[in-house]
Nanobody, 126 residues
Framework: QVQLVESGGGSVQAGGSLRVSCAAS????????MGWFRQAPGKEREFAAA????????NYADSVKGRFTISRDNAKNTVSLQMNSLKPEDTAVYYC???????????????????WGQGTRVTVSS
């Protein structure tokens, strides 16, 4: 079992930056692909970014490409999402997830992820 705890959410004005992080416990995440998903009010959860176990492969939703950067530190058992040039439409609860089935890839399908955190809220005001 992997326990995931997100942190770093908060409120920011449009154009600002936030960094959300995910701390894992229970097992090392070095054998997992990791992803960030988000769910806006009244909408379904959607993919934001993913990273393979080594960090060699990353993938981003078109809506965040060029603004968000996913990274990981396997030694510290953490994954982060740096969010720049934030827009009001980035307002959502952000979830960290771990996928054991295809760790060498940056997985975009939420159904493939085995473990999920509780989420951290990000609010971007205009």
């Amino acid at each position: 079992q992997v326990q995931l705890v997100e942190s770093g959410g908060g409120s920011v004005q449009a154009g600002g930056s936030l960094r959300v992080s995910c701390a894992a416990s229970g097992r090392t995440i070095s054998s997992y692909a990791m992803g960030w998903f988000r769910q806006a009010p009244g909408k379904e959860r959607e993919f934001a970014a993913a990273i393979s176990w080594s960090g060699a492969n990353t993938n981003y939703a078109d809506s965040v490409k060029g603004r968000f950067t996913i990274s990981r530190d396997n030694a510290k058992n953490t994954v982060s999402l740096q969010m720049n040039s934030l827009k009001p439409e980035d307002t959502a609860v952000y979830y960290c997830a771990a996928d054991s089935s295809r760790p060498g890839l940056s997985v975009t399908n939420s159904d493939e992820y085995d473990f999920w955190g509780q989420g951290t809220r990000v609010t971007v005001s205009s």
